[in-house]
């Protein structure tokens, strides 16, 4: 699980193998496979990077 901030502040845990998309306009945006969608505060990169590490953490194990 990555932790990402809703704009209202509230810290959440989302399962990246669930994103389908992340785009910013200009808010960004993560689209997942069961169709939902949320706002984060985090930019796109940043999502990027933490799916990144969370895949490198799971596969070096």
Same mark, same amino acid.
Do not use: A, G, L, Q
């Given at each position: 699980m990555i932790e990402v901030t809703k704009m209202n502040g509230i810290k959440i845990l989302i399962n990246p193998d669930l994103i389908e998309m992340v785009?910013?306009?200009?808010?960004?945006v993560i689209s997942f496979t069961n169709g939902k969608? /949320? /706002?984060v505060k985090e930019r796109r990169q940043e999502v990027k990077n933490l799916v990144k590490s969370y895949k490198r953490d799971i596969y070096a194990n």
């Open positions: 785009e910013e306009t200009p808010d960004t969608k /949320i /706002i």
